[in-house]
């Protein structure tokens, strides 16, 4: 599995016009985020008689300058922020978003996913990458479980195909059947849209995955490790949650609501 970072929540140049020099000089030292003035402003827009344009540059220095007044460490700004959270207001942090390039997981994971309904997704096609030996792709790819490490796969007593066999071998031999499998479908002249019908679970794909944070924080605590879930979206999550705090270091908190 490889996560990569593509892109996130940035402020633009006519907004950034618009603010305070001592603040712009904040933000550009990077010791606020531009996804803190985000939420900033979308917070106060919902109890400020101010226009959202306008709360950065008026109400500014008084959240991001001034020490936190819950004697929780921080500035007002990080005060405010684990109020609304803590209150459950979170929609505010919807405007804020993350895209990562997904390579190498399961069709398994995949259908994990989809369970989570504001996420988006771009997913590599199985209909329109030919997954064949001799095409370029060079046949598919798969995820192997950890789990195979070390087990034995006895005789089938009945047919006496496998003798005891490690697990992964066995797994691998599964794997390689399907790709001999549709590979001969592909030759037979059966259209690779069906063909991929004998394509397993591990197939591996990629994925483009956007998630607004509100998302991005609900899927993480019911899919991170010690939840219950898979290993595999389990370190889907930590990944993710890993990329989102190399650049927005102050969500470290969040992730544990």
């Not at 344009?53 to 007002?76: C, H, M, Q, R, W």
């Not at 405010?80 to 207001?89: K, N, Q």
């Not at 069709?107 to 095409?135: I, N």
């Amino acid at each position: 599995m490889n996560i990569k970072l593509i892109a996130h929540t940035q402020l633009s140049h006519e907004f950034c016009d618009t603010i305070s020099s001592d603040i712009l000089k904040l933000i550009g030292d990077d010791v606020i985020k531009d996804s803190q003035v985000v939420a900033l402003t979308a917070i106060r827009t919902c109890y400020s008689p101010n226009k959202p344009s306008e709360i950065v540059d008026i109400e500014g220095e008084k959240y991001f300058k001034n020490k936190a007044t819950d004697g929780l460490g921080g500035t007002e700004a990080d005060r405010l922020f684990r109020h609304i959270t803590g209150s459950g207001h979170t929609s505010t942090l919807e405007h804020i978003s993350y895209t990562f390039s997904v390579e190498g997981v399961s069709r398994a994971l995949l259908a994990q996913l989809t369970r989570h309904r504001h996420l988006s997704f771009s997913v590599q096609s199985q209909r329109y990458v030919r997954m064949g030996s001799d095409d370029k792709i060079g046949g598919f790819e798969f995820v192997s479980p950890p789990s195979l490490s070390g087990k034995i796969a006895p005789t089938n007593d009945e047919h006496e195909v496998y003798v005891n066999c490690s697990a992964a071998d066995l797994f691998e031999e599964a794997m390689q059947d399907a790709q001999y499998t549709y590979d001969r479908l592909r030759k037979a002249g059966v259209p690779a849209e069906d063909a991929r019908m004998v394509l397993p679970n591990a197939a591996a794909t990629n994925i483009v995955l956007t998630g607004n944070l509100r998302t991005i924080l609900e899927f993480y605590n019911k899919r991170k490790h010690g939840k219950g879930a898979q290993w595999e979206v389990a370190d889907l999550a930590e990944g993710i949650k890993d990329s989102i705090l190399s650049v927005d270091s102050w969500l470290n908190k969040y992730f544990d609501y």
